[in-house]
């Protein structure tokens, strides 16, 4: 059997399992809590991830380092030794399994997809007889493929490690090689080692091998190197990472000038900036963790925590809670592993989680609600809320908090719970204000006052919606848009504080001694 390297898998996947040693940083420490496990005796090492390649450079590492043997395996080569020629007849697996035990000394073992080999009786019994007979040296079998699924009979023995997606030190040399390559080929270099840092931090993120593939095709989109391929490379890193469906990369185009009062949540995310300071760090101030604002419908709870990026010059992601449902269990707890996993990665960043409520309200209901999914999906969030590194601000909007599970509102997992309550008259005029002039209109020749007393009880989506409509009806009736036409609008517009009186009362019941006035 001829021996053809495995080629790797170049579409990512964040681990799944939480990893008993866990979370092994970028760099050097990847490589010391691997060898780690090695020298401990661990007779069995799952790895889940898609970088196949990676797994095989850490694992060469850590053997030279060891001095132990290094063996792979795939169902296409067979077993065999680093750089040697496969051992005859073993890719069936049960075969590779009995040629374990006949290589002798110390010896780390690479079986590349085997998970779905383990739901055998026979083979996974010969896999615990191993890791039974492996305690006692340092032999260990390492398990690693995209997604994996341990038997019950073999959990006991099995300890994941945490591949974790590569650092900007590591995404250096890829780049390094990728321009390297480029100059050779002939294409056009404009600017080139200044450009090392500013790309390897536009691929934070992504799996290595499609990060080559994305600077690579992004170099032959602009057809050279020049300054403007760092954004090109952002960019078609935003559009791979919508593939996904979990984290959804989300244009930083608002900040608080395009929100009408607020005054309180305003001043708090000005103060935390400084915490973002050399200055601040140094006297001691903690990075913030997050917000979470609730409220009435339509008063810009959403445009407030997309506005916190604009104002600290953060990234923007919106986490997808719908797509973490999967039908099969441990799959939608993985999925947000991964997704906050990748949050950090693309640190600074604010994560923005949309009407919260919607993705862990069951966790409130009980574990028959659903087979207690939302209360494991909320328990993974709420380990990750109080372990994380700084970097990563979580602003949640919630319509309806009283559904949230107690505990993910209890102090210290957000910073802050802001209330966002119907604007105020002089809120309603700067909305007014503010929307005239976004449709190209000069607020100055409507009557602003009268506007905002007769729009009283309304969100500030019911304003916009007023000034809509005007447009349709001044167009419709060949006039320009004026006071009068808005004011028949507002008329005729029974707002959600008529409509919804009782909840809205209920709601500010609650937040009077829960929440502080976001105005």
């Not at 080569?77 to 040629?99: F, K, M, S, V």
């Not at 559009?239 to 009408?260: P, T």
């Not at 990748?342 to 209901?365: N, R, T, Y």
Request: contains cysteine; negative net charge.
């Amino acid at each position: 059997m001829s021996n053809q390297p495995a080629q790797p898998w170049t579409t990512g996947a964040a681990p799944a399992n939480t990893p008993v040693s866990a979370a092994a940083p970028a760099g050097r420490d990847k490589l010391d809590e691997l060898r780690l496990l090695v020298n401990s005796h661990h007779p069995l090492i799952t790895i889940e991830t898609a970088e196949e390649l990676r797994v095989e450079e850490l694992l060469q590492k850590v053997a030279a380092e060891l001095g132990v043997a290094l063996y792979t395996w795939s169902v296409t080569t067979g077993l065999a030794r680093a750089g040697g020629q496969p051992i005859y007849h073993t890719a069936d697996p049960e075969q590779a399994l009995a040629n374990l035990s006949l290589v002798q000394g110390d010896a780390i073992f690479l079986l590349k997809d085997f998970a779905r080999y383990l739901e055998q009786d026979k083979i996974c019994r010969r896999v615990r007889e191993l890791a039974e007979g492996f305690r006692a040296a340092r032999r260990s079998i390492v398990i690693s493929g995209a997604a994996l699924h341990i038997p019950e009979d073999l959990a006991g023995d099995a300890v994941p490690y945490q591949l974790a997606l590569p650092g900007e030190d590591e995404l250096s040399d890829v780049v390094k090689e990728v321009l390297a390559g480029t100059s050779s080929t002939g294409v056009r270099v404009a600017a080139g080692a200044a450009l090392v840092p500013q790309l390897a931090q536009s691929l934070v993120g992504l799996p290595r091998e499609e990060a080559r593939r994305i600077l690579e095709m992004c170099i032959l989109a602009r057809k050279g190197v020049d300054a403007g391929l760092a954004a090109e490379v952002t960019a078609a890193k935003a559009r791979a990472l919508r593939q996904d469906g979990f984290l959804e990369s989300v244009r930083r185009d608002a900040s608080f000038g395009d929100v009408a009062g607020l005054e309180h949540l305003r001043a708090w995310i000005t103060r935390r900036r400084n915490a973002l300071t050399a200055e601040g760090r140094a006297f001691g101030l903690e990075p913030p963790k997050g917000v979470l604002i609730t409220g009435v419908q339509g008063c810009g709870k959403s445009l407030a925590a997309r506005a916190i990026a604009g104002e600290w010059g953060y990234e923007l992601a919106r986490l997808d809670a719908g797509a973490l449902y999967d039908k099969f269990v441990g799959e939608s707890e993985r999925r947000l592993r991964k997704a906050l996993e990748l949050a950090q990665k693309l640190s600074p960043l604010v994560l923005w989680v949309d009407e919260i409520e919607k993705a862990f309200a069951s966790a409130g209901a009980g574990a028959d609600a659903d087979a207690g999914l939302s209360q494991r999906l909320v328990a993974t969030l709420l380990t990750w809320m109080q372990d994380r590194e700084s970097g990563v601000f979580l602003a949640a909007t919630s319509n309806n908090i009283t559904a949230l599970p107690p505990e993910m509102m209890r102090k210290g997992r957000f910073d802050e719970i802001f209330f966002v309550d119907l604007p105020g008259e002089q809120a309603r005029r700067a909305l007014f204000a503010l929307h005239l002039t976004k449709r190209g209109r000069e607020a100055a020749q409507f009557d602003l006052q009268k506007l905002a007393a007769a729009s009283e009880g309304f969100s500030g989506a019911e304003v916009e919606q007023a000034i809509v409509s005007g447009l349709y009806t001044a167009f419709d009736g060949k006039q320009q848009l004026s006071t009068e036409v808005l004011l028949g609008e507002i008329r005729a517009t029974q707002p959600l504080s008529v409509v919804r009186a009782e909840e809205i009362q209920s709601l500010r019941d609650w937040a009077k001694s829960r929440a502080v006035p976001a105005d």
